[in-house]
């Protein structure tokens, strides 16, 4: 199965802050990487879609980009509504994987 | 509007058997594969199985393999998830997805326990 190494797993930040999660993927998926963000009692929502599409809705703060074999979520200006955990999920081949998930906290 | 609803979780023995459904509307159900995604308390999210578009190809993550059975009725816009020989490490909230993930239901919550 390929492994999806997301760091770090908890972040103490700011609001304003730029904030960047990393992806390491234990071979090559391609683009096939999705971002999501789940907050306390909610359902994952898509915020990257191939690793660099900004999905629906989603504002132009949140950005994807990949560098190789790692893949990275960048949220630049933090605001108080980014606060929650964030996954990466590759779905290149079966079975599609998750990465462990960042949580956000604000200092 | 693309709807994921899913029902059929709640508290069951260890070994006992459950059925989890999830009614989607908003879209041709039978043009999508489907899947189930779970994450237990407190944990991360773990791919559980998926579906093709008429039911013909099936995929199941190694920890649920022979246990679960997935399964879809076109007709009804529904898939369904059998889960058999529940264990304590099933617990999580189980949710409905549209591969590639873009829609997800809101979950249930699956309990095993005595």
């Known amino acids: 199965d390929i492994q999806m190494t997301q760091s770090p797993s908890s972040m103490s930040v700011s609001l304003g802050d730029t904030v960047t999660i990393t992806c390491r993927a234990s071979?090559?998926?391609?683009?096939?990487v999705n971002w999501f963000q789940q907050k306390p009692g909610k359902s994952p929502r898509r915020m990257i879609y191939r690793a660099t599409n900004l999905a629906d809705g989603v504002p132009s703060r949140f950005s994807g980009s990949r560098s190789g074999s790692d893949y990275s979520l960048t949220i630049s200006s933090l605001e108080s509504e980014d606060v929650a955990d964030y996954h990466c999920l590759q779905y290149d081949e079966y079975p599609p994987t998750f990465g462990s998930g960042t949580k956000l906290e604000i200092k | 509007e693309v709807q994921l609803v899913e029902s059929g979780g709640g508290l069951v023995q260890p070994g006992r058997s459950m059925k989890l459904s999830c009614a989607a509307s908003?879209?041709?159900?039978?043009?999508?594969?489907m899947a189930w995604v779970r994450q237990a308390p407190k944990k991360g999210l773990e791919w559980v199985a998926s579906?093709?578009?008429?039911?013909?190809?099936?995929y199941y993550g190694d920890s649920v393999k022979g246990r679960f059975t997935i399964s879809r009725d076109n007709a009804k816009s529904t898939l369904y998830l059998q889960m058999n020989s529940l264990r304590s490490e099933d617990t999580a909230t189980y949710y409905c997805?549209?591969?590639?993930?873009?829609?997800w239901g809101q979950g249930t919550l699956v309990t095993v326990s005595s």
């Open positions: 997805a549209r591969p590639p993930f873009a829609y």
């Open positions: 071979q090559d998926v391609g683009i096939y």
């Open positions: 908003g879209f041709t159900f039978s043009d999508y594969y």
């Open positions: 579906i093709s578009y008429e039911g013909s190809s099936t």
